[in-house]
């Protein structure tokens, strides 16, 4: 069997990397938008075998993320509508800095407005700029959010040598953002100087993801351009003050895949580091599209290698599954040991009610119960029982079995009005689900799928006949890079392929939209009055 691609490094809903070395090893966080908890953070020691070891955002405490709800925004090209781009609220681009002993991570929190639209105006969104940290980054117990006065997204911390802290952003969200830097006090957050622009990118749209840093006496600033989509690309500007003004590199883009064919695209967003054999390296987001079209798997992290010319200015290849100068030293492939304890990996939507979902300690798979609420995945702004993990593999399966089943047990089901079962969720518009569903007096197996962003949704349903004589029901979605097959089985032996009947298939390109997230798989429970439902040996590749 060939070995393991490198990249992506982080496989599966992982944007908007951020990256930094202390010591032997290297820590990595991510944007999680509308998924509760919020901005994973990752280790490795060679840059590809790597473990997630905690979260940034763990306790509902920390932030509320009611309003990360997913709007529909048109996309027209010489008038006419071409597609929708999924935007959803919530947790944005952060970046991990490391700083006397302590972690830093600086984020947005994209509040959307909930107010009705009115004569076509467009709502408008609150941004919410903080700084969470630690002393104890194995611990994985973060600080409270600071927050610090900005007027715009994608927060980055510069720390200069003279001791000065300076944030970098993009200001004023649209496609005419700008690059601007504010002086704070880290303790509080309070400015220390005005807010300054710094650059104006090289003239794309959506300059945005900035991030500083300081070599042989210049101040480099590197940023995305070109939106997160196919004119994704990284540009720089360097300048011997922090303040500017800031020149241009005469290479720019210094990494895109715009205009090529090539397998992994939109690559952008990108954060650079040196190891210790003076090798330099950029992570970056990018997407994997096959001819058709699909990138299922949404944004994810890469891994390119990066050099310095003769004039100072740095390149980076173009990304690839196999990046030359690697080798990899522990594990068998990206995400060897994919968690460092057991639940940690574990997603819910926006502000969960943690007491709806229960967990064996033992690890995800081994006991799940549900408390059944009216919520659903279509709700915008209410947090459904849902729990799950990121879909990591193109190609593979998630299962679980409904543990228990008694005639007592359809009988509760049926006076809840229950629907439970497994589900791929993107966002409340987006999702692909196989349940039981006892909300007509008959109980069966349903298959539904929704993407009201394409206008599409397609529902069938399987009846089991005598509930009473049902005492197994298993589920199952397996995936591929071009479909979803969901199925179920109401035999023992679910170990084995035997016994399972395909409720349907769903196209992934049916799934895939130019959005920031990726899918989630898990386990749902909703019902007209509280009902609990145990689910065992839940599994997602």
Sequence with gaps: MAPAPFNPIIPGFSPDPSMVKVGDWFFLVNSTFHM??????????????????GNA???????????????LTPLYEAGKLTEVMACTGGLYAPTIRHHNGRFYVVCTNVIHDTKPVEDGKQPQDTTENFIVSTGDIWAGDWSSPTYFTFTGIDP??????????????SAAPGPYTTIRQVQIDLTTGAALSDERLLWKGT?????????????KGWYYLLISEGGTH???????????????????????????????????????????????????WGVCLGVRKDAGGRFIMGRESFLTRGQWDDEDWLTLERVKSNPSGLARTTGTGPLAAAAAQPNIDFLFIRDANLKHHRLSDDGFGSMVTLTGTPVDLSAPHESPTFVGKRQR???GKASVAFADITLDTWKAWTAAQL????????????????????????????????????????????????????????????????????LYNTTEATSSDD???????????????????????????????????????????
């Design 203 to 215: 003239g794309d749209i959506y300059p945005e993801g900035p991030h500083m840093y300081k070599r």
């Design 156 to 169: 980055s911390l510069f720390f200069d040598d003279d001791g000065k802290v300076y944030i970098q952003g």
């Design 57 to 71: 955002i763990h306790r509902k405490d920390q932030l509320s993320l009611a309003t990360a709800d997913t709007r």
């Design 230 to 280: 196919e004119g994704h690309m990284i540009t720089m500007a360097r300048s011997r003050d922090i303040w500017g003004p800031y020149s241009e590199c005469p290479h720019n883009p210094i990494l895109t895949a715009r205009g090529t064919d090539e397998y992994i695209r939109y690559t952008g967003h990108c954060d650079i580091l040196e190891d210790d054999k003076g090798q330099w």
């Design 499 to 541: 016994g399972w009947t395909c409720v349907d298939t769903v196209d992934t390109l049916h799934m895939t939209d130019p959005d920031f997230v990726g899918p989630v798989v898990g386990v749902f429970a909703t019902s007209a009055c509280p009902v609990d439902v145990g689910l065992r040996g839940l599994s997602v590749d």
């Design 393 to 395: 593999s193109l190609y």
């Design 419 to 486: 629907k439970c079962g497994l589900a791929v969720f993107k966002d409340e518009h987006r999702y692909v689900r196989i349940f039981v569903d006892a909300t007509t007096g008959q109980t069966g197996v349903v298959f539904e799928f929704v993407n009201t962003a394409q206008k599409r949704s397609r529902a069938a349903r399987h009846e089991l006949g005598e509930t009473g004589h049902i005492t197994s029901l298993s589920l199952r979605i397996e995936y591929t890079e071009q479909e979803y097959r969901l």
């Design 36 to 53: 509760f908890p919020g901005l994973p953070i990752y280790a490795s020691r060679d840059l590809l075998s790597w473990k997630q070891i």
